[in-house]
């Protein structure tokens, strides 16, 4: 089973801030890397998938890059709204999600 | 608009058995491959089981093969998972998802329905 630990467990910044999360496949998975949010009570939402591309509907300040074993999202300007657990996840084989990271708005 | 609706989630005794459904509407169902995603409560998320868009391709994972069985109903537009001998760390908010066709992204996710394992 790939295992895939994000980074950090939490992230507490400003709004307008830029947010990077990190995830990291303990072995390659190619560009198979997708990104959802979830928000409090809701169901997750598909971010980004291929690594690096933005679902429908998704605002540009979300943004992914990466491929191999390393990932990352970006949040390039956080909003109030982005206040939620980011998940990464992998279907290169058997999918498995990360722990996720949880972004906190000060 | 794409909707997928669970429901049959609640309580169940260890070892008994709930059947969950996820109705789907606004897209060709027959065209999309389905999957279960389970949450723990205040847990992360558990990819639980994978169906194709024919179903001819089935997958589980460890935690319950032999426990669970994914179906779907074509002419009723349905996902369904039967879930026997329940334990107690089966407890979780169970999503249904769809694949964008041809690729292995789960696109639309459903709201979810608790499932609880409690004696």
């Known amino acids: 089973e790939i295992v895939l630990t994000q980074s950090p467990a939490t992230l507490s910044l400003s709004p307008g801030e830029r947010a990077t999360l990190s995830c990291r496949a303990s072995?390659?998975?190619?560009?198979?890397l997708v990104w959802y949010q979830q928000k409090p009570g809701q169901a997750p939402r598909l971010l980004i998938y291929?690594?690096?591309n933005r679902a429908t509907g998704v605002p540009a300040r979300f943004s992914g890059s990466g491929s191999g074993t390393d990932f990352t999202l970006t949040i390039s300007s956080l909003e109030p709204e982005d206040l939620a657990d980011y998940y990464c996840?992998?279907?290169?084989?058997?999918?498995?999600f990360g722990q996720g990271t949880k972004v906190e708005i000060k | 608009e794409v909707q997928l609706v669970e429901s049959g989630g609640g309580l169940s005794q260890p070892g008994g058995s709930l059947r969950l459904s996820c109705a789907a509407s606004g897209f060709t169902f027959s065209s999309h491959a389905m999957s279960w995603v389970r949450q723990a409560p205040g847990k992360g998320l558990e990819w639980v089981s994978y169906?194709?868009?024919?179903?001819?391709?089935?997958y589980y994972a460890d935690s319950v093969k032999g426990r669970f069985t994914i179906s779907r109903d074509k002419a009723k537009n349905s996902l369904h998972l039967q879930m026997n001998s329940l334990r107690v760390e089966d407890t979780a908010i169970y999503y249904c998802?769809?694949?964008?066709?041809?690729?292995?992204?789960?696109?639309?996710w459903g709201q979810g329905t608790l499932v609880t394992v409690s004696s």
């Open positions: 072995q390659s998975v190619g560009n198979h």
């Open positions: 996840q992998q279907r290169s084989h058997w999918p498995t």
């Open positions: 169906i194709s868009s024919s179903g001819g391709t089935i």
């Open positions: 291929d690594a690096s």
């Open positions: 998802a769809r694949d964008e066709v041809n690729k292995d992204v789960a696109d639309y």
